[in-house]
């Protein structure tokens, strides 16, 4: 992803300001438009427009991959005591997230509220139905988005059915 100032054709000193980015299509480099940010009447808004685009192209890029640090913290984390950090901060990424609290912290709940008694002898299993249940006191949505949620973030697959 880029920001580019495209000069507009007939009109001195006139740039359309985009964030841009290459793709491969048909193994040809294809170039779709991101964001049109605006366009600039003279040298000075141009600069404000590239500013302005770079800010949001900062932005874009950290919704599609979180960073870790936001830019003032890296500033803070660049030296300790006087000397250089041993690792770069800035490529560090989030590979995976786990989130165990509601199985701890509910899960107990359920267990001394007696739920597994309820629950015997029926079609559904004992474990899926504490999943649901568990997943559903967490964050209320409806089953399909409860489906989804314990499968993303618990690993937990569950037939929608």
Known sequence: MFIRAKKIQGKPNHYR?????????????????IRHI????????LEQFK????????QIENQREPKLFSPTDLDALKVRDNKPLPVN???????????????????QLYDQVGFDEVFKGKRVTKEIIKHLVLARLANPLSKRSTQEFLSRDFGVNIKLE
């Open 51 to 58: 500013e302005l685009a770079q800010v949001i192209k900062q």
């Open 38 to 45: 605006g366009i600039a009447h003279n040298e000075q808004e």
């Open 17 to 33: 300001v985009q964030i841009v980015q290459n793709y491969r299509k048909g193994g040809k480099v294809k170039q779709k438009i």
């Open 89 to 107: 901060v800035k490529d560090l990424r989030e590979e995976e997230r786990l989130i165990k609290g509601i199985h701890d912290i509910y899960g």
